[in-house]
Structures are given as structure tokens and as C-alpha cells.
């Protein structure tokens, strides 16, 4: 089935211990939209970018199949964010984020995009991610991410959001942030009760817990051997996650715990190169093979005691 | 089978964000018999305390059979530390440690120890930890435990301890130091090369990654409803892990993936009280219980792509 996704895509300059990479694609809507095309059919971006944006890029992403109808090109300069990450890959360092023409995004859907069954809303202003609900034609499920951002400036804007859209797909920090609870399990709950039915909670290197009112399912990450740049882990997370499900029309809890495996083994991919790199040369075989062996290296039986 | 455990027994004054807990029973060595005697009929400890120890606690290790027999007590104070944890839980402040009566801690086995299959070196001066295994009758499996302060202090010591060991359980930075590479897996190996056949890497509310060269395991924490002091969650892991082993004899990758299970349920169970409150109060039905619970929430099958 279709997936529509509403995000950034912006120039990447990052500094990492394995390298650098300089005005590389980067963007919440890019890793996304190509991790969700391992899977989707038909993946529909959202976006904007400014004149200067590469020509190579755009042609890549319409090499993979991603539709590009949605990504309007403003007069100005694109979204821009200059980062670096220490030896703990832990949360990067800005050293300068210029929003250029995505600070007046205003995501229009194309008519064509309007009956996507798949949406998934990136990381903007809740009050825009609401708007891009409204477009939507009864979409068959509708995820969205957040930061603390919004959770601190519009609340209300986003509780709003909230009771609108399926999924959440949040980190730890959020969770607490946005239910005031202390446990995970305990903010989940909360948060559950604001609205979606499923909250992905995604932590980085330490995998994925996810909660709903069918249950709960958690995951270690993916063991990668070498971390060359974690950008887009969680966007392209949540791109596998949302994509699988495209791909499966269906959405019940077994294919949501696959979901979460999708989308940890294409994040396991993405970061072993620096921007899309490694994202954008993996075939379904290797995915496949990764999937396969992650659960020879987590699966075990109860013992007798 | 017996498991021979050496560490500390202390007494801990620890603030959690749940509460306070004073002059509470504590050390590796507590907290790794009381998890360890879930599973293994014989618990012998090597430790030391000082004159003013509480008597009840004493009487309620006994009454948990568990052997005290190379127990001393020493002339002076017993061990104290005194931490407090933030609303993040993680590496707790130091407000004061007295090591008193452990500072000239040398550990003689008495002579029905030393015929022990299972043992567990605490982590202390690797020194001490070598005449221990000295000591000891060929066991069957000899595990370790070691931390920065040793790796930095003493790495020729703890270098040749690792030729005679099997297992060393120590955690991700520890594995950084001690391998001096970046990655987990990539350190992981180097430190196999090492000695030990089984390198198991704790990760706290992580979880745990198992190498070896039979294979790798990784599994995330149990999602506890409520942390109440994580104090001990390492030392208790070890125990589940060990006692696990024990009660088994055997041991094959099979074994030690079950090992790490019983271990992460154990650990689970002990972060929801402060001390040995639940540790001290479990049985095996609810561990039985917790572990097929686990088993659920953590399986998933392979999609066809």
C-alpha cells in the first residue's frame, strides 16, 4: 500500500571518529523514505528544499522509486545542520542548524498523495503535522514523531495530534518528558491513554520497546560491527517500521513486533555508513539475511527450574 | 553443583528518587549469593565484614542457605558506601565509600570450598582474584568480574588472571578500556583473544551481549514496572547467570544463553526494592513466571519479504 511521509530533507555536515562528511543528503523524510522503500511499494515524500538543493540527490531518490511529487524547490537555501559526534556516538553536537526555507514549511499534498493508507508524520510543528492529517483521505493508519521541543512549546497543539493519529514513535527522554512519569512503562501507559494505540519508544543503540493496549514487545538493536554514523538511526527506524507495515496492508500485534524488527535492522544498516550511503545500496536479500540472524542471536527457550 | 562466590558484603546508605535506605545490607557479594541461590543448591561466600555487622543479617543469609562458612569477621568496621541515584537512575553519585576491614581483605578459602565447581571472582584487586583461583581444586568454570579501576591500575595483573578464567561479565565501557576499540563487538573479540572463552557485556536497563566463540547473544532488560534502586542490579545479574550455571553443570552456548536470561529476570527483580528487599523474597515460581513472560514479549518470526 502507499505510504505518505511529511519531514525534512537538508545538507548533512557531520563529523563522526570513523570520518567527515560534508553537505551530504540528509534529512528526517530522506532516511525515511529510503528505508520505507525497502518494503512500500509506493512511498510519497512531503518536503521542501531550496534552490541549491543537488540535482544528484533528487535523481538518487527517483532512482529508488521515491515519489517526488510532494517536494516543492523554494527560491533560498536548503535546510542546513552541521553536527559532530563524540567517541560515545552518544547525542551529537550542533554546531549550527540553519532552517533556511524549511522555517516556513508549509506542507501541501499533492492530489495524488491524498489517499496514501500509510502516513507518517516527521519530526515538525504539531499544529503542520495536524494540517497534513486534515489532507489526508481516511488513511488506514497514521504515525507520527515528536521532540522535546514541541513537547515543552505546544502541548496542546500536540495532545490534540494525539488523539488523531495511531502511532507514536518517540525516544526514552520524550516518553518521560511529555507522560511526567519516571518508568518507561508507567509514561507509556500515560501517554497511551492521550490517544495512539501504539507507542514505539526508540532507543538508539539499546533497541526499541513498544507498548500497546495487545501487549508489549521489546528488542535489543541490531549488534552492528562497525557504527560509522548514527544519523537517521531513528528516522530510518521508523521508516522500516512503517514501511513493513505498508507492504503488509494488515496491522495487527504480530506484525507490529515485525515492524519493530524492520525497522531496528534497516537502522543496524544505515549506520554503518555516513548519510544514506549504506541505506541506499541494500537489497532485500541482506535484509532478509540480517532479520534471520537477529533472531538466532536473541531467541531462547525457558528453561526448567 | 557448589558455586563459590569472593566480593564484598557491605552496608550501603543509598537515596533513590523512590526513597532512602540506611545502613542497608549490601556488597557484590550479598547481592550475587542471594540471586545465585535461586537457582544453585550450594552458595559458599568468601568475604569479609567488621565487628559492628548486624547479626540479623547474618541469620537471614543462614536462613537463606547460604554457606558463611569463609565469612570473616575482622576487628574494625564493616564496608560502607554511601550513593545517591538521580531521576535518571543511571551511574549513581558517590558521597562517601569506607573501605574499613575490606581494605586488607585476603581471601582464604576454607578447605570445603575449595573443592567448588562453579566460582566467581568479584570484582577485586586481580591479585587477590589469581589466589583465589589458586586456591580452588579445578573447577569446572571460573568467572570473573573486574572494573576501570583495575584495567587502569593494574592491567598486567588482570591480564594474566584472564588466561585462567572462562567468563568475564563486565560492562560497556569497561570492554572500551580494557579492548581499547571502539566498537562492542570489535573490543568483544579482542578481549576473547584475551582468555576467557565467553565474554558477557552488561548493559544495565540495556540488557546484556553475549560473545563467544560458539556464537553471540544479545537480549534487552526486562521492562520493570517500577525501579526502585538499581543498586546491585550487575552483582545480582552475575548471580542469576552463575547460579544458573550451576544448577545446570553443564554448560554449552545453549546453557549460557538461559544463563543470561536468568540473570536479566533476576536483575529485574532486585531493582524493585531497595537493598535485598525483593531479591531476598522471590521464589522460583515468579522467576518461572517472569522468564516465560519474557520469552513473549521478546519472540518474533521472520517476515517473508
Redesign the interface.
Known sequence: MSLLVVGSVALDSVKT?MGIAEEALGGSATYFSLAAKQ?APEVNIVAVVGEDFPKKYLDMLTSKGINLDGLTVKEGQTFRWVGEYD?TYSDPETHDTQLNVFQEFDPMLPDTYCKSSFVFLGNIDPTLQQKVVEQCHKPLLVAADTMNFWIEGKLDHLKKLLKNINVLLINALEVRLLSGK?????GGKAILDMGPEVLVIK?GE??A?MLSED??????AY?????IDPTGAGDSFAGGFMG?LA??GAVDF?EY??A???GTIIASFNVEGFSVEKLANID?KE??GR??RF?????????Q?
Chains 1, 2 share one sequence.
Open positions: 571518529p518494503f567517541e519516571r518508568g518507561l512503562l508507567e532507543r539499546h533497541g520497546l501487549g508489549v514487545f521489546t528488542s535489543p549488534p552492528t560491527e562497525k557504527v513493513y507492504s503488509r504480530e513486533k515485525r519493530v524488527i524492520a532485500k535484509i532478509l532479520m534471520k533472531r538466532e542471536i536473541t531467541s531462547f527457550t525457558v528453561p527450574l
